[in-house]
């Protein structure tokens, strides 16, 4: 768990990353704390008034987890193929969310996974979908549902996970600016 000090820092660099993104420009963040130095996966969430705007994250440690998130931020801002890239005008509107996620766990019995506690991911071929702890939570998905949507998310039948995919959990250390407290002035 990060202290509020590093959790702010991380929110920081996400932002930065995001402008910088939105004007074209380069971004490199400059950090000092070892803690925000060692790998570390993240998932960067975009909001524009409580709705999706992006989200782009990694599932594995290969980068300095401060790298990561500013990479991660800038991918959310101008790669998510479901939306066009964020706009300099836009980035005020912008609420920053970041979830830094566990190594994911093969899951044997499904009555482990608890809503609001674990992310999902459920593979089968080359098919893939992951969904982060705080969406079933968002939807008021139970269990079977969650399970559903993270196998429509990879492209599969939603009802896969009973047919031979392989489902992962992992847990995430959720946090983000709030709508109208985003300190980016």
């Not at 599969?156 to 709030?178: H, Q, Y």
Request: aromatic share 4%.
């Amino acid at each position: 768990m990060l202290n509020e000090t590093q959790r702010m820092t991380l929110l920081r660099i996400a932002r930065e990353a995001v402008e910088a993104a939105a004007r074209g420009e380069a971004y490199e963040p400059h950090v000092d704390d070892p803690e925000l130095q060692k790998p570390g996966a993240a998932f960067v969430t975009l909001k524009t008034h409580g709705e999706l705007r992006g989200c782009i994250g990694t599932t594995e440690p290969h980068e300095p987890t401060a790298v990561n998130v500013a990479r991660m931020a800038r991918a959310a801002a101008r790669e998510d193929p479901r939306f066009p890239p964020v706009t300099d005008d836009e980035v005020r509107e912008l609420t920053v969310d970041i979830s830094l996620l566990s190594p994911a766990q093969k899951i044997v019995d499904v009555g482990d996974i608890e809503v609001g506690v674990h992310g999902l991911v459920v593979e089968h071929g080359n098919r893939r979908g992951l969904l982060l702890p705080q969406v079933p939570v968002e939807w008021g998905w139970n269990r079977e549902q969650f399970l559903e949507h993270t196998c429509l998310k990879a492209g599969l039948p939603k009802d896969a996970w009973r047919t031979g995919a392989t489902i992962s959990a992992f847990t995430a250390e959720v946090f983000g600016e709030t709508e109208g407290n985003t300190d980016h002035g």
